[in-house]
Protein backbone atom coordinates (compact mmCIF):
# COMPACT_ATOMS: atom_id res chain seq x y z
CA UNK A 1 0.00 0.00 0.00
CA UNK A 2 1.79 3.22 -1.20
CA UNK A 3 2.18 6.17 1.63
CA UNK A 4 -0.58 9.12 1.12
CA UNK A 5 1.81 11.14 2.92
CA UNK A 6 4.00 12.24 -0.43
CA UNK A 7 7.06 14.89 -0.88
CA UNK A 8 4.76 17.65 -2.20
CA UNK A 9 2.59 17.11 1.01
CA UNK A 10 5.22 17.55 3.23
CA UNK A 11 7.05 20.45 1.59
CA UNK A 12 3.26 22.19 1.62
CA UNK A 13 3.37 21.50 5.32
CA UNK A 14 7.01 22.27 6.16
CA UNK A 15 6.44 25.66 4.35
CA UNK A 16 3.28 26.60 6.16
CA UNK A 17 4.80 25.98 9.48
CA UNK A 18 7.99 28.25 8.32
CA UNK A 19 5.02 30.72 7.46
CA UNK A 20 3.25 31.14 10.25
CA UNK A 21 6.82 31.77 12.34
CA UNK A 22 8.58 33.61 9.75
CA UNK A 23 5.87 37.16 9.41
CA UNK A 24 6.67 38.61 12.89
CA UNK A 25 10.30 38.70 12.09
CA UNK A 26 9.31 40.10 9.06
CA UNK A 27 6.91 42.96 10.41
CA UNK A 28 9.67 43.70 13.67
CA UNK A 29 12.23 44.54 10.36
CA UNK A 30 10.45 46.09 8.12
CA UNK A 31 8.19 48.25 10.25
CA UNK A 32 7.84 51.99 9.56
CA UNK A 33 9.93 54.33 10.78
CA UNK A 34 8.57 57.86 12.69
CA UNK A 35 9.49 59.58 9.93
CA UNK A 36 7.36 57.53 7.57
CA UNK A 37 4.56 57.11 10.05
CA UNK A 38 3.90 60.69 10.78
CA UNK A 39 4.73 61.91 7.06
CA UNK A 40 2.02 59.38 6.13
CA UNK A 41 -0.46 60.52 8.81
CA UNK A 42 -0.52 64.07 7.10
CA UNK A 43 -0.55 62.56 3.71
CA UNK A 44 -3.74 60.41 4.73
CA UNK A 45 -5.76 63.67 6.39
CA UNK A 46 -5.37 65.47 3.47
CA UNK A 47 -6.78 63.28 1.57
CA UNK A 48 -9.34 62.74 3.44
CA UNK A 49 -10.09 66.40 3.90
CA UNK A 50 -10.13 66.99 0.33
CA UNK A 51 -12.44 63.80 -0.38
CA UNK A 52 -14.91 64.74 2.52
CA UNK A 53 -15.10 68.56 1.01
CA UNK A 54 -15.73 67.38 -2.68
CA UNK A 55 -18.11 65.03 -2.23
CA UNK A 56 -19.72 65.75 1.24
CA UNK A 57 -19.92 69.50 1.84
CA UNK A 58 -20.32 70.86 -1.46
CA UNK A 59 -22.98 68.21 -2.10
CA UNK A 60 -24.79 69.36 0.82
CA UNK A 61 -28.49 70.70 0.41
CA UNK A 62 -27.89 73.99 1.68
CA UNK A 63 -25.57 75.88 4.24
CA UNK A 64 -26.26 74.48 7.82
CA UNK A 65 -25.76 71.17 6.46
CA UNK A 66 -22.47 72.09 5.14
CA UNK A 67 -21.83 73.24 8.61
CA UNK A 68 -22.76 70.03 10.39
CA UNK A 69 -21.22 68.40 8.17
CA UNK A 70 -17.73 70.08 8.39
CA UNK A 71 -18.31 69.50 12.40
CA UNK A 72 -18.72 66.15 12.25
CA UNK A 73 -15.43 65.39 10.34
CA UNK A 74 -13.32 67.61 12.99
CA UNK A 75 -15.17 65.33 15.41
CA UNK A 76 -13.60 62.15 13.88
CA UNK A 77 -10.60 63.88 13.03
CA UNK A 78 -9.70 65.70 16.57
CA UNK A 79 -6.23 67.49 14.52
CA UNK A 80 -8.19 69.64 12.47
CA UNK A 81 -9.37 72.51 14.83
CA UNK A 82 -10.90 74.73 11.68
CA UNK A 83 -12.21 74.51 8.36
CA UNK A 84 -13.64 77.28 6.24
CA UNK A 85 -15.10 78.18 2.78
CA UNK A 86 -15.21 81.09 0.15
CA UNK A 87 -17.06 81.94 -2.48
CA UNK A 88 -14.51 83.70 -5.77
CA UNK A 89 -15.59 86.97 -4.03
CA UNK A 90 -13.48 86.23 -1.38
CA UNK A 91 -16.48 86.22 1.04
CA UNK A 92 -16.92 83.42 3.97
CA UNK A 93 -19.50 81.32 3.69
CA UNK A 94 -18.93 78.62 6.31
CA UNK A 95 -16.08 79.21 8.98
CA UNK A 96 -16.74 76.61 11.71
CA UNK A 97 -14.43 75.95 14.26
CA UNK A 98 -13.95 72.54 16.48
CA UNK A 99 -17.04 72.03 19.52
CA UNK A 100 -19.02 74.51 17.52
CA UNK A 101 -21.24 73.50 14.69
CA UNK A 102 -22.81 77.03 14.04
CA UNK A 103 -20.68 78.87 11.31
CA UNK A 104 -19.29 82.26 12.68
CA UNK A 105 -20.27 85.60 10.75
CA UNK A 106 -19.46 85.93 7.04
CA UNK A 107 -16.20 88.22 6.47
CA UNK A 108 -14.16 89.39 3.39
CA UNK A 109 -10.86 87.64 3.66
CA UNK A 110 -9.86 88.37 -0.06
CA UNK A 111 -7.06 90.47 1.08
CA UNK A 112 -5.51 88.08 3.09
CA UNK A 113 -1.67 86.43 1.05
CA UNK A 114 -3.31 82.98 1.28
CA UNK A 115 -6.62 83.32 -0.76
CA UNK A 116 -4.55 85.86 -3.40
CA UNK A 117 -1.74 83.24 -3.96
CA UNK A 118 -4.45 80.63 -3.94
CA UNK A 119 -6.16 82.52 -6.67
CA UNK A 120 -3.93 83.25 -8.71
CA UNK A 121 -1.86 79.64 -8.95
CA UNK A 122 -4.88 77.76 -8.53
CA UNK A 123 -2.74 75.02 -6.69
CA UNK A 124 -3.01 73.77 -3.08
CA UNK A 125 -1.91 76.38 -0.15
CA UNK A 126 0.21 75.59 2.73
CA UNK A 127 1.66 77.55 5.60
CA UNK A 128 2.46 77.09 9.21
CA UNK A 129 2.89 79.53 12.19
CA UNK A 130 3.42 79.34 16.01
CA UNK A 131 1.84 81.04 18.64
CA UNK A 132 3.19 82.59 22.03
CA UNK A 133 3.06 78.80 24.04
CA UNK A 134 5.13 77.17 21.27
CA UNK A 135 2.34 75.28 19.45
CA UNK A 136 2.82 74.80 15.71
CA UNK A 137 -0.70 75.02 13.33
CA UNK A 138 -0.47 74.33 9.68
CA UNK A 139 -2.87 76.32 7.37
CA UNK A 140 -3.68 74.09 4.32
CA UNK A 141 -5.86 75.39 1.56
CA UNK A 142 -7.06 74.76 -1.82
CA UNK A 143 -9.23 75.90 -4.66
CA UNK A 144 -12.62 75.11 -5.54
CA UNK A 145 -12.67 74.73 -9.45
CA UNK A 146 -16.33 74.71 -11.27
CA UNK A 147 -17.29 74.04 -15.29
CA UNK A 148 -17.30 71.42 -17.53
CA UNK A 149 -13.48 71.12 -17.76
CA UNK A 150 -12.94 72.33 -14.10
CA UNK A 151 -11.27 75.57 -14.98
CA UNK A 152 -13.42 78.14 -13.35
CA UNK A 153 -12.11 79.45 -9.81
CA UNK A 154 -15.71 79.80 -7.52
CA UNK A 155 -13.88 79.47 -4.41
CA UNK A 156 -11.46 78.16 -1.97
CA UNK A 157 -11.72 76.15 1.30
CA UNK A 158 -9.10 75.83 3.63
CA UNK A 159 -8.46 74.17 7.52
CA UNK A 160 -6.46 74.77 10.25
CA UNK A 161 -4.73 71.54 12.05
CA UNK A 162 -3.15 70.97 15.41
CA UNK A 163 0.46 69.26 14.45
CA UNK A 164 0.86 68.13 17.68
CA UNK A 165 -2.71 66.73 18.06
CA UNK A 166 -2.03 64.81 14.84
CA UNK A 167 1.01 63.51 15.92
CA UNK A 168 0.03 62.07 19.62
CA UNK A 169 -2.66 60.29 18.19
CA UNK A 170 -0.72 58.40 16.21
CA UNK A 171 -0.23 54.56 18.13
CA UNK A 172 2.49 52.15 18.19
CA UNK A 173 5.28 54.22 17.16
CA UNK A 174 9.00 54.08 17.80
CA UNK A 175 10.61 56.61 20.05
CA UNK A 176 11.19 59.98 18.62
CA UNK A 177 11.53 63.60 19.15
CA UNK A 178 11.08 66.62 16.93
CA UNK A 179 13.07 69.79 16.73
CA UNK A 180 11.62 73.57 15.13
CA UNK A 181 14.92 75.39 14.50
CA UNK A 182 17.14 73.05 15.76
CA UNK A 183 14.86 72.97 19.45
CA UNK A 184 13.15 70.13 20.47
CA UNK A 185 9.30 70.83 20.56
CA UNK A 186 8.21 67.42 20.85
CA UNK A 187 8.96 63.86 21.93
CA UNK A 188 7.47 60.86 22.58
CA UNK A 189 9.55 58.00 24.71
CA UNK A 190 12.80 60.00 24.28
CA UNK A 191 16.02 59.14 26.32
CA UNK A 192 18.33 61.65 24.98
CA UNK A 193 21.03 59.14 23.60
CA UNK A 194 22.66 59.41 19.93
CA UNK A 195 20.22 60.02 17.40
CA UNK A 196 20.01 60.34 13.63
CA UNK A 197 18.18 63.70 12.43
CA UNK A 198 16.89 64.35 8.97
CA UNK A 199 14.20 67.12 7.45
CA UNK A 200 10.70 66.33 8.34
CA UNK A 201 8.88 65.75 5.07
CA UNK A 202 5.04 67.50 6.40
CA UNK A 203 3.72 70.02 3.46
CA UNK A 204 3.78 73.54 5.52
CA UNK A 205 5.83 73.04 7.99
CA UNK A 206 9.07 74.22 7.01
CA UNK A 207 12.53 73.87 9.32
CA UNK A 208 11.27 70.75 11.48
CA UNK A 209 13.67 68.13 11.68
CA UNK A 210 13.00 64.41 13.27
CA UNK A 211 14.95 62.67 15.47
CA UNK A 212 15.67 59.00 15.43
CA UNK A 213 17.71 56.51 17.67
CA UNK A 214 20.72 55.13 16.32
CA UNK A 215 20.43 51.39 16.01
CA UNK A 216 22.64 49.94 19.39
CA UNK A 217 26.00 49.22 17.81
CA UNK A 218 26.32 52.51 16.55
CA UNK A 219 25.46 54.60 19.67
CA UNK A 220 28.02 57.03 20.91
CA UNK A 221 27.86 59.22 24.21
CA UNK A 222 24.52 61.12 24.35
CA UNK A 223 24.36 64.33 22.91
CA UNK A 224 23.20 67.46 24.57
CA UNK A 225 19.98 68.16 25.51
CA UNK A 226 17.58 71.22 24.84
CA UNK A 227 17.69 74.12 26.63
CA UNK A 228 16.15 73.67 29.97
CA UNK A 229 14.03 76.80 29.32
CA UNK A 230 12.33 75.50 25.77
CA UNK A 231 9.06 74.19 26.13
CA UNK A 232 8.71 70.47 24.95
CA UNK A 233 5.92 68.49 24.33
CA UNK A 234 5.98 64.89 25.62
CA UNK A 235 3.50 62.84 24.14
CA UNK A 236 3.01 59.96 26.06
CA UNK A 237 2.18 56.23 24.63
CA UNK A 238 -1.85 56.63 26.05
CA UNK A 239 -2.04 59.71 23.27
CA UNK A 240 -1.96 61.95 26.38
CA UNK A 241 0.35 65.32 25.56
CA UNK A 242 1.87 67.29 28.49
CA UNK A 243 4.24 70.67 28.24
CA UNK A 244 7.09 71.09 30.30
CA UNK A 245 9.57 73.90 30.94
CA UNK A 246 12.01 71.90 31.48
CA UNK A 247 13.63 68.99 29.46
CA UNK A 248 12.54 65.72 30.68
CA UNK A 249 15.49 64.21 29.43
CA UNK A 250 17.51 66.20 32.52
CA UNK A 251 15.00 65.21 35.38
CA UNK A 252 15.89 61.34 36.96
CA UNK A 253 13.14 60.14 35.96
CA UNK A 254 12.94 60.80 32.85
CA UNK A 255 16.99 59.03 33.32
CA UNK A 256 14.97 55.76 35.24
CA UNK A 257 12.17 55.77 31.99
CA UNK A 258 15.55 56.28 29.76
CA UNK A 259 16.84 52.91 31.32
CA UNK A 260 13.51 50.91 30.82
CA UNK A 261 13.32 52.50 27.17
CA UNK A 262 16.60 51.24 26.07
CA UNK A 263 15.65 47.69 28.15
CA UNK A 264 12.39 47.39 26.07
CA UNK A 265 14.62 48.10 22.96
CA UNK A 266 17.04 45.43 24.02
CA UNK A 267 14.20 42.64 24.72
CA UNK A 268 12.19 43.42 21.45
CA UNK A 269 15.79 43.44 19.40
CA UNK A 270 16.41 39.82 21.35
CA UNK A 271 13.28 38.70 20.18
CA UNK A 272 13.48 39.04 17.06
CA UNK A 273 16.26 37.27 16.91
CA UNK A 274 15.13 34.26 18.67
CA UNK A 275 12.58 34.20 16.18
CA UNK A 276 14.27 34.75 13.33
CA UNK A 277 16.75 31.60 14.20
CA UNK A 278 13.65 29.88 15.15
CA UNK A 279 12.35 29.88 11.52
CA UNK A 280 15.45 29.11 10.07
CA UNK A 281 15.83 26.04 12.14
CA UNK A 282 12.19 24.97 11.19
CA UNK A 283 13.19 25.42 7.54
CA UNK A 284 15.98 23.39 7.83
CA UNK A 285 14.16 20.50 9.61
CA UNK A 286 11.50 20.63 6.58
CA UNK A 287 14.02 20.39 4.03
CA UNK A 288 15.65 17.72 5.66
CA UNK A 289 12.09 16.01 6.09
CA UNK A 290 11.48 16.53 2.43
CA UNK A 291 14.55 14.92 1.45
CA UNK A 292 14.17 11.36 4.05
CA UNK A 293 10.92 10.94 2.32
CA UNK A 294 12.12 11.03 -1.13
CA UNK A 295 14.84 9.36 -0.29
CA UNK A 296 12.39 6.24 1.41
CA UNK A 297 10.12 6.99 -1.22
CA UNK A 298 12.65 6.30 -4.07
CA UNK A 299 14.20 3.09 -2.02
CA UNK A 300 10.53 1.47 -1.87
CA UNK A 301 10.02 1.79 -5.73
CA UNK A 302 13.67 0.34 -6.35
CA UNK A 303 12.97 -2.80 -4.04
CA UNK A 304 9.01 -2.77 -5.51
CA UNK A 305 10.83 -3.77 -8.85
CA UNK A 306 12.99 -6.28 -7.86
CA UNK A 307 10.54 -8.13 -6.29
CA UNK A 308 8.26 -8.36 -9.53
CA UNK A 309 11.20 -9.21 -11.63
CA UNK A 310 12.06 -11.75 -9.37
CA UNK A 311 8.40 -13.32 -9.32
CA UNK A 312 8.79 -12.76 -13.25
CA UNK A 313 11.78 -14.79 -13.73
CA UNK A 314 10.62 -17.86 -11.08
CA UNK A 315 7.76 -18.09 -13.55
CA UNK A 316 10.02 -18.46 -16.48
CA UNK A 317 12.51 -20.79 -14.66
CA UNK A 318 9.14 -23.14 -13.55
CA UNK A 319 7.63 -23.30 -17.03
CA UNK A 320 11.52 -24.16 -17.99
CA UNK A 321 11.51 -27.29 -16.02
CA UNK A 322 8.21 -28.62 -16.66
CA UNK A 323 8.99 -28.75 -20.43
CA UNK A 324 6.96 -25.71 -21.66
Known amino acids: ?8 TAFLAAAALALSIAPPCLTAQTAASPKQRIEQEFRQLETNLT ?3 HSTVLNAPNLD ?11 ENAGVKRILRTNAGGFTVNDVSSGQPHSAPSRNVSSQRWLQTLTQSKSPYYSSSVDSAGALTLFYAWPIMSGPDKSHFSG ?3 ARIDFTTVVALIENIAPFQLALGGRAFLQHEWDGVDYNEEPLGVRGAQDITIRTVKPLATRQTPRNSPSPSVPVVVVSEAGAVTLSAEDPALTPAAEAQSGGAAGKNTDVLLKSSVQLIMALIVMVVA ?4 IVIFRVRRHSSRAEGRFFMEEE ?6 KQRAGL
Open 287 to 290: VMLV
Open 156 to 158: AFA
Open 51 to 53: RYV
Open 1 to 8: MKNSFTVK
Open 313 to 318: TYFVDK
Open 65 to 75: SMNRALDGFMR
